[in-house]
């Protein structure tokens, strides 16, 4: 047991393993003053390969989740660290993670699995516009915000996201161009193509939500999965998809296309008549918009369109303004 930060100890008492991560644990924590409930990820700096790699990352990734603000994100409460350790203090998600709902449920019913993945999309088309890429979307990387089916979901783990620094590779195209390589100038290293990743991991998402096992896996056929996913091949077991709709699987079949410029994008999935379900999307818009709760509907459409117009606002005149 590292010991934890003696500020840390004086706020919250840790309890209970919650969750295990490739970098680390999550404890379930108190507020000593409240009896509050928070989540507490310990993040080892010695698995990454140096010192400076580790601070950078969780540097970026404080960053990241202290600039956000979107129902669908995790929020941080606290942060502290020690010699060998980050403490993330995060609002505490009953629900758990996304990853052992499926497995429990062996599948999700379509109708959970719209509402789930309607709140990824919006999540996603959030950071998007605010210039960022997930990278790592993934079931162990989205919470439930309690164990009932209809419930708020948020993402996490932003240890792989990039912040899309336009301004490099605008400072690139004023060099002599003559040893750039082609996909400087093309899509593939602006916005466009960045942004597609995050659009085909919300594919296999959807895909292990409706059909209960991953779309690509090393114990499917003779070939690896980094084959299987090069060639975008992967197969709808009639026993898991019969019960599943066409709209559905043709989402999927739009998402996980090899090549990004031809992949569905979020806005266009957004727009699907799959997810143009309005039962669905007044639910979501309840659980990420309580507030809004008297207004019904239209109020929460206000909500979205307002918070939409500031993000634009804030991208066109950079990080300095202050929104009030
Ligand atoms: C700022 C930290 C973001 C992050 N990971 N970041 C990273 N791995 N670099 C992260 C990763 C995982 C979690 N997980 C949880 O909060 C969580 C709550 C929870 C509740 C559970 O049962 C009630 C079971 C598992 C849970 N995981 C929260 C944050």
């Known amino acids: 047991q590292s010991s934890l930060p003696r500020d840390l ?8 393993r919650i969750g295990i991560g490739v970098c680390g644990e999550v404890r379930l ?8 409930k928070f989540a507490v990820k310990i993040i080892n700096k010695k698995n990454f390969q140096s010192e400076g790699t580790a601070t950078r ?21 606290d942060f502290y660290q020690t010699e060998e350790s980050f403490y993330i203090v995060l609002e505490l998600m009953e629900g758990g993670e996304l990853f052992h709902r499926v497995k429990s449920k062996q599948q999700l ?4 699995a719209k509402l789930y993945f309607y709140q990824m999309l919006r999540a996603v ?11 790592d979307l993934k079931p162990e990387n989205i919470l ?18 990039r912040i899309l620094e336009e301004a490099v590779l605008m400072r690139t195209l004023c060099g002599t161009p003559s040893y750039l390589a082609p996909e ?3 899509h593939a290293s602006t916005t466009g193509y960045g942004l597609a990743v995050d659009a085909w991991s919300l594919g296999v998402l959807l895909f292990v939500c409706l059909g209960g096992y991953p779309p690509f896996h090393e114990s499917f056929g003779h070939q690896s999965v980094t084959d299987q996913i090069i060639r975008g091949e992967f197969t709808m077991v009639q026993s898991k998809w019969k019960s599943v709709s066409d709209q559905a699987k043709d989402v999927v079949r739009k998402l996980l296309v090899v090549d990004p410029m031809k992949r569905m994008s979020i806005e266009e999935a957004l727009q699907h008549p ?23 509907a239209a109020a929460a459409m206000e909500v979205e369109s307002t918070s939409g117009r500031n993000l634009r606002k804030r991208g066109r005149e950079g990080d300095g303004e202050e929104q009030h």
């Open 144 to 161: 439930l915000s309690s164990q009932d089916d209809v419930c708020l979901i948020k993402v996490t783990d932003f240890n792989q996201s």
């Open 274 to 296: 799959w997810l143009q379900d309005q039962k669905m999307l007044e639910t979501a818009h309840r659980l990420m918009y309580p507030s809004a709760e008297g207004g019904g």
């Open 125 to 135: 088309q959030y950071l998007h516009s605010n210039g960022i890429i997930h990278r």
């Open 29 to 36: 924590a108190f507020e000593r003053s409240t009896c509050r």
């Open 109 to 112: 019913n379509e109708s959970v």
């Open 184 to 186: 400087v100038f093309t």
């Open 9 to 16: 100890q004086e706020k919250y008492l840790l309890t209970r």
């Open 57 to 77: 990352n969780a540097k970026t990734e404080i960053e990241i989740l202290q600039r956000v603000d979107h129902p669908c994100l995790i929020k941080t409460e």
